[in-house]
């Protein structure tokens, strides 16, 4: 392999760059053969993310996971374990970040996670959709990012009950959330409010994130 070769395979490639209302600034990179999206300087998909969210998912020892809900859908790295994990089940995204869709479904290839299991994304709020949210999961993954921060939705006691009501009884409920800085003085306050609803809460730390891994 020449330098110009070896110099290509290891840059940086910008495929697109897009303006969000939400997400700010957003671009999609291609490095080593591998696509991620930066939403607001906050990597969002990837390797590295699909690594963060392999601990806590291999928690879960229920492999009859039929209903699986994504709150934050992102650039569907999330989606793509759960399509491996989970073959079978029916997933569910919430994104209200149509910049976001619009980037999943042109760079990261959704036929090929939908052949592995059926995908309904749907581009809205999810704090609001959730109050008319009729179904109840097995599997619901809370992955609230706008850029480089938390939506302050995550820590109201009418959010967390709302996120109870449509869990199955036996269901599961997994919250990514960041642990550095200023967000991880957060983590006590959410916990707090988590536990006005639910009994069995677990603590999971993965590389700079922390995930709150619950049992309905």
């Known amino acids: 392999m020449d330098l110009h070769n070896l110099t290509s395979v290891f840059s940086q490639k910008t495929l697109a760059t897009y303006q969000s209302q939400y997400n700010g600034e957003v671009k999609v990179i291609e490095q080593f053969g591998q696509r991620k999206i930066y939403a607001g300087g906050l990597l969002q998909s990837g390797s590295i993310i699909k690594q963060l969210w392999q601990k806590p998912l291999s928690q879960i020892k229920n492999k009859k996971i039929k209903t699986a809900l994504i ?5 569907g790295t999330a989606t793509q374990l759960l399509s491996q994990i989970y073959p079978s089940s029916q997933i569910t995204g919430i994104e209200i970040d ?68 449509i ?18 003085k957060r983590v006590p306050d959410l916990v707090q409010v988590l536990e006005t609803e639910f009994k069995e809460i677990k603590l999971i730390r993965n590389l700079s994130n922390i995930f709150i891994f619950i049992k309905g």
């Open 71 to 75: 709150l934050g859908f992102g650039g």
């Open 98 to 165: 149509p910049v976001m869709i619009e980037i999943y479904q042109e760079f990261f290839n959704p036929v090929e996670d939908n052949d592995r299991c059926p995908l309904k994304l749907i581009n809205d709020d999810c704090f609001h959709w959730i109050k008319k949210c009729k179904h109840k999961y097995d599997l619901v993954l809370v992955d609230l990012y706008q850029g480089h921060d938390i939506p302050k939705q995550l820590y109201t006691r009418s959010f967390i009950h709302n996120l109870k009501l």
């Open 167 to 184: 869990m199955q009884e036996n269901g599961i409920l997994l919250i990514n959330h960041l642990f550095f800085g200023s967000f991880q």
